[in-house]
């Protein structure tokens, strides 16, 4: 019996749908996740989660944090930001990945700078690890 696995980010879902695996990174390491896997809760930091789908396609995301919630054979990737990585272009991603940093190289430590890194690092993870670079 496979996994129901989600994406949900704040603009919507981003995937859902039958799963053999999910992996993620959480403030503690990565998480492997099969069915049958006991109830879980963590918190996600940014990353390029992997899921596996029942026909064995991989699917690549940018999450940039959130939360991960296993039940009942259902994983939830919940994240205020999320993008298959299909959809993103990695000259792009390491540009977006570049000015954040130097904005907080400058010292702007701001909430949104913050948040533009993680998008952007998640961003480029994802690609990378698509790309078969990571």
């Not at 009942?72 to 954040?100: G, N, W």
């Amino acid at each position: 019996m496979p996994l129901t696995a989600e994406v949900v980010s704040a603009d919507g879902i981003v995937w859902v749908g039958p799963a053999t695996q999910v992996t993620a990174r959480t403030i503690e390491g990565d998480v492997g996740i099969l069915p049958r896997h006991e109830p879980f809760l963590a918190a996600l930091v940014p990353c390029a989660a992997e899921i596996i789908s029942e026909d064995g396609r991989r699917e690549i995301i940018a999450i940039d944090g959130g939360f991960i919630s296993v039940a009942d054979d259902h994983v939830s990737l919940l994240s205020q930001y999320a993008r298959l990585a299909h959809e993103i272009l990695l000259p792009e991603a390491e540009k977006e990945l570049a000015a954040a940093q130097k904005l907080i190289d400058d010292g702007d430590l701001t909430e949104e700078t913050r948040r533009h890194y993680r998008r952007a690092s998640a961003q480029v993870k994802a690609a990378e690890k698509a790309a078969g670079q990571s």
